[in-house]
Every structure is written in C-alpha cells, then in structure tokens.
C-alpha cells in the first residue's frame, strides 16, 4: 500500500481541533501530490494511490467532524466518497482487464497485440467480430477468445468512459477548491 504524506507539526499534545485542521491539511495536501501524479488514463499505480489518499482524507473528515461545523464536513466527505468510487471502480477495471489480458496471453500468443489493439478501439461491434473471426480459424477456439475478447473491449469502453468521469469530477473539485475548502476548514 502507498505509504501516507506526512502531517506537518504532528503533536498529540494540542488541541484536538488545531491537531485536526493539521491533519486535514495534511491529506488535502496528499491527494493534491497524488492527483499531479497521474498523467493519463494509463496510470494505473497512480489512479489508484489518488483512491488510497481519498480514503485517507475521507476517514480523517469523518474522525475529526465533531470539529467543524457538521453539515460541511459531511458535503465534503461526500464529495471524496463520490471520487473515491469513481476510482475503485477503475481500479476494479484494471484489476479484471489485468487478469483477462493474461487469460488471452495464455491462449493466443500469436495474435494477442493485434486483437488487444483492436479491442481497444471504438469500432462496432460486428465490425471487431468480424476482425476477430478472420483472425481465429479453429471453431471451438474462436469461440473462446472472441468471448473473451468481447468482454475485454466492452470493460476497455467502460473504463475510458470512467476515467472521463473521473476528469470531471476532479475538474469540479478544482473549479469548487474542494481541497481549499478542506484545507480551511474552521
């Protein structure tokens, strides 16, 4: 598991709501670093640190709420629940997209980067069948990878169309200064 950014001036022996506020800082901080280390859709290992430092910040909110006023925290928990389910299901995703790639590995070597380029285009899905069925002669092992392969492109759409989600999401939180708001919370 990735390791958490470091609260600033961590002191036990302060009171509880000034630890609080540093605390929050701290993870708001954290998410910021992690999300500048996302280039593409293709960062798998960073998709996923951003969701970890998501859980990070949202149990602070909900540890430390009797803090603040109790309905703000609360929108902002939601907002960091809602990011962080957009993220778990991509991870989902990369995780089942992972294991059917190595599927495919196993019973079609020859053919895997062709049909997995293929899979992942927009294309129709008769015109990919197509594709794969000149590329498959054998019946019964056509069959096989075609569904396998089926299921891979539509969980690669599915993905695409989260990870847009995502951007938008994340391009909310920066419009709304989510991570300000945390930061500033009083």
């Not at 600033?8 to 910021?32: N, Q």
């Not at 690669?156 to 919370?185: G, I, M, N, P, S």
Request: aromatic letters at 6%.
């Amino acid at each position: 598991m990735v390791k958490a950014g470091k609260i600033p001036d961590f002191d036990c022996s302060i009171r509880v709501d000034i630890l609080a506020r540093r605390v929050l800082h701290g993870r708001a901080d954290d998410m910021h670093s992690r999300r500048a280390e996302i280039g593409g859709p293709g960062d798998v290992t960073a998709l996923h640190n951003l969701r970890i430092a998501g859980k990070r910040l949202r149990y602070s909110l909900e540890t430390f709420a009797f803090c603040f006023s109790k309905a703000h925290v609360e929108h902002l928990a939601d907002r960091v629940r809602a990011l962080q389910d957009v993220l778990g299901r991509i991870h989902d995703l990369d995780v089942l997209i992972r294991l059917l790639k190595n599927r495919a590995g196993q019973l079609d070597g020859a053919h895997k980067e062709q049909v997995l380029e293929m899979a992942a285009k927009q294309v129709e899905d008769e015109d990919r069948n197509r594709f794969l069925r000149k590329i498959f002669d054998d019946r019964r092992h056509r069959q096989h990878i075609m569904g396998l392969y089926q299921v891979m492109a539509a969980k690669l759409r599915e993905r695409a169309k989260l990870y847009a989600q995502y951007e938008e999401v994340w391009t909310e939180w920066e419009r709304e200064h989510v991570l300000q708001q945390v930061r500033d919370l009083r």
